[in-house]
């Protein structure tokens, strides 16, 4: 009865662990600002960008940046894509949805028009990229959408996000 005790109370626990981020959270990554005072973020420079064929696995990285000596970037390999963090590939099409991201689904990105960031909350930071969606809707409602990738960088699970940013 106590094995069966404890092993209720380490699933518990490690949901508690795998819980996706807060909702304040995805929304500070996609805009690259925060949107509460719970969430710090601090905005990735991306003037200085290289890119390296046969990065790893057979992706080539088309966009790496370094920040604080990590490498950060994105890759592609036919059909894959995936966000590079730390020397390390993770693909897209892997990531967890969260939320109600409508019919949404994970997909690539322009990484030359995403806004790179890193963000905290409590105990929990985040790798996050947040994008338009290329630049569609430019005008209009549709330019209030972002997507987003937000890589949790204790256990690794990446996430994907479609908010409003308005709401």
């Known amino acids: 009865m106590k094995s069966a005790f404890a092993a209720m109370i380490m699933v518990v626990s490690s949901i508690g662990w795998a819980a996706p981020p807060s909702e304040n959270l ?3 990554c996609l ?12 905005n990735i420079n991306v003037d200085e960008v ?4 046969d990065y790893a696995n057979g992706f080539n990285a088309g966009y790496i940046l370094k920040y604080e000596g990590t490498d950060m970037g994105y ?3 036919k059909p894959d894509q995936a966000l590079i963090y730390s020397g390390k590939l993770y693909r ?5 949805p969260i939320g109600n991201n409508g019919k949404a689904k994970p997909a690539a990105f322009n990484p ?3 806004q790179w960031s890193l963000a905290k909350e409590g105990k929990h930071q985040y790798f996050c990229v947040g994008f338009n969606f ?7 409602s549709f330019q209030n959408v972002h997507g987003g990738y937000l890589l949790n960088l204790k256990n690794r699970d990446l996430y994907f996000a479609v908010r409003d940013i308005r709401q």
């Open 75 to 77: 890759a592609e390999r």
């Open 26 to 28: 995805v929304k500070s």
């Open 50 to 53: 290289f890119q390296e064929d």
């Open 31 to 42: 805009q690259a600002r925060a949107v509460a005072p719970s969430v710090t973020i601090r």
């Open 112 to 114: 030359m028009l995403a």
């Open 134 to 140: 290329d630049g569609l809707g430019q005008s209009g």
């Open 92 to 96: 897209l099409s892997k990531s967890i």
